[in-house]
């Protein structure tokens, strides 16, 4: 069966917990002073909070499903002009999560196909989004779809800083 590309309903949301939990799990394991630690009830906090945004005229989550299995998904949001951010109006993708095994088949590309032609009809004139620096797999597709690199983000950690000084 085709994999189908579709908008996540209520029904989806243990799933999109736990794969939402899964991308906090790996940011963690880059980088545990930057990224949240997932604890007990993770699953359920994320499927919680993404289940929240369905109905947005704004957001929109889309699942990739194969043979009634969700493969993975993306989260994707209209944003305004920001005078904090130095940017005008944008679409965000702020989450792409595969399912173990479903990566290196082309579903993540499929779901940001998705995700830059639903901006597109929404009059997004860029897309945006972040990217953990140790994830080399992620920034590889970024490229090949034509984002560019245009952001570094950069952490101090406080505690840290306060004893070397």
């Not at 965000?92 to 579903?107: K, P, Q």
């Not at 797999?137 to 000084?165: G, K, N, S, V, W």
Request: hydrophobic share 45%; glycine share 10%.
């Amino acid at each position: 069966m085709p994999l189908l590309i579709r908008k996540a309903e209520p029904r989806d949301t243990e799933t999109l917990g736990r794969l939402g939990a899964m991308l906090m799990r790996t940011h963690y394991a880059f980088d545990p002073q930057r990224f949240l630690a997932p604890g007990q009830g993770t699953e359920a906090g994320y499927g919680s909070f993404l289940r929240g945004v369905l109905e947005s005229p704004d957001d929109i989550i889309f699942v990739a499903e194969q043979d009634g299995a969700i493969a993975g998904y993306v989260y994707v949001a209209l944003e305004p002009l920001s005078w904090k951010e130095l940017r005008g109006p944008a679409g965000f993708i702020h989450d792409v999560a595969i399912a173990e095994g479903f990566r290196r088949s082309g579903v993540a590309t499929q779901l940001m196909k998705a995700a830059i032609d639903w901006l597109r009809t929404r009059g997004a004139p860029r897309v945006i989004l972040g990217t953990a620096a140790q994830n080399a797999p992620a920034q590889a597709l970024f490229h090949r779809l034509r984002f560019r690199d245009t952001m570094i983000e950069m952490t101090l950690e406080l505690d840290e800083a306060r004893h070397q000084e």
